[in-house]
């Protein structure tokens, strides 16, 4: 078990604005599995994209959209 703040993982920054921490990978030992945190200053988004896996979302602070199908 991987047990840690999240706020000491790095963050990643994909494009202006909107920042990524890898939780949990296969480096950690998981498998099929994959767990991310992102970061995204206000008016900012993340591209679109499409997966053969599941995805979930937590809004933890402020507003979101999130777009399926």
């Not at 498998?31 to 991310?36: F, T, Y």
């Not at 679109?48 to 979101?64: D, F, N, P, Q």
Request: aromatic share 8%; proline share 1%; glycine share 10%.
């Amino acid at each position: 078990m991987k047990v840690i703040n999240y706020s000491d993982i790095e963050t990643y920054e994909l494009t202006y604005g909107v920042h990524r921490r890898l939780l949990i990978s296969h480096e950690d030992g998981a498998k099929g599995v994959l767990a991310l945190a992102w970061e995204l200053e206000p008016n900012c988004k993340s591209h679109s994209h499409t997966h053969a896996y599941e995805h979930g979302a937590l809004i933890l602070s402020g507003k979101g959209l999130l777009i399926c199908g």
